[in-house]
């Protein structure tokens, strides 16, 4: 007995290393193929059909139709073009004055988009965020979520009537003495009011992702921080901003991969031939070139050179972006 228990008792009785001659290791089990998890999660597989068939039906086989900026395409020929022209609808808009013109506008109309538009939901959110009345927040989430569900054609309809010379606008300029201002009919101001609706529009509704992401930050923290002495902004910088940083990083990167799409449709329904100087934009000149002129291989040849751009503006910010704040996209 007494042998038996000082046995039991020596430190490598329980060992599983010492049982015996072979290591004793737990196998995992082999990993499933993804046949094998098709099969069992095919009702999960499934609702990714209709989006898959989105992007290949209308975002992937039309890149296809990019094989006409390098072949002379006549309407009502082939639908690929007829003959192989290289790059000379490159250097055509490469040799011409007006499309650095428009693309100069876009760089600017863009820069300015996003140097507005991109950091007003965050501050909004956090704002909203700090709202303690739930009847006062949701009542001005309401009212800024609302400009976004308006057509694009109401938005452009109101921008037009509120600053047409017989509109609201004027009629306080000429209240306070002073003159009234073709607001749509002077490149000058076309910049200004672009942005100003494009950030009416789309600010509210850019802040639900960011209170979303507030709600993951930890209660404990913004607890630890006033136990330090933080204040409120102190909290917002230290706790509520570092919280949102991934997120913030994700949008921008995405962001700044449609720098160069500036709003077609906006565009298209408030500029006029008197504000092209500041308003021309090269999807804007795409569609005169393309469809109004019939010029559709120079268009396509344009069109190409504008997503280039963009593919190397999303893979430079997503480098920046991982090599400097450790979040990218992948």
């Not at 007995?1 to 049982?19: E, L, N, V, Y």
């Not at 101001?189 to 942005?195: D, H, K, S």
């Not at 639900?208 to 902004?233: F, M, N, S």
Request: charged residues 15%.
């Amino acid at each position: 007995m007494s042998t038996t228990k000082a046995i039991d008792a020596s430190p490598d009785a329980g060992d599983p290393r010492r049982a015996g001659p072979g290591p004793a290791r737990a196998h995992r089990p082999p990993g499933r193929t993804w046949r094998q998890a098709l099969r069992r999660d095919w009702q999960l597989y499934s609702l990714a059909i209709l989006p898959l068939l989105f992007f290949v039906v209308f975002r992937y086989l039309p890149m296809l139709g990019n094989v006409i900026a390098f072949r002379k395409f006549r309407p009502g020929g082939g639908v690929l073009g007829e003959e192989w022209v290289g790059l000379r609808y490159v250097r055509m808009f490469l040799d011409d004055p007006s499309f650095w013109h428009v693309f100069t506008n876009t760089v600017v109309l863009g820069a300015l988009t996003l140097l507005f538009c991109f950091p007003m939901p965050i501050v909004l959110a956090l704002l909203l965020n700090e709202l303690r009345g739930r009847r006062v927040k949701r009542f001005v989430q309401s009212v800024s979520y609302l400009p976004h569900f308006l057509s694009m054609v109401v938005v452009a309809g109101l921008v037009m009537e509120l600053l047409s010379v017989d509109g609201p606008v004027n009629q306080v300029l000429r209240a306070l003495g002073d003159d009234p201002i073709a607001f749509l009919q002077e490149a000058g101001w076309f910049r200004t009011i672009y942005v100003s609706s494009e950030m009416w529009q789309t600010v509210g509704w850019g802040t639900i992702i960011y209170l979303a992401a507030l709600t993951t930050v930890d209660d404990q923290l913004y607890e630890a921080a006033r136990i330090d002495g933080a204040g409120r902004w102190r909290q917002i910088w230290h706790v509520a901003l570092p919280g949102i940083r991934p997120t913030a990083v994700t949008l921008l990167i995405l962001n700044i991969g449609t720098f160069m799409a500036v709003g077609f449709e906006k565009v298209l329904l408030l500029y006029n031939p008197l504000t092209y100087p500041t308003a021309d934009v090269i999807s804007t000149y795409l569609y005169r070139m393309g469809i109004i002129s019939n010029s559709f291989s120079y268009a396509a040849a344009i069109g190409l050179f504008e997503a280039l751009i963009g593919l190397g503006l999303v893979l430079s910010a997503n480098l920046i972006s991982r090599r400097t704040v450790g979040t990218s996209l992948w």
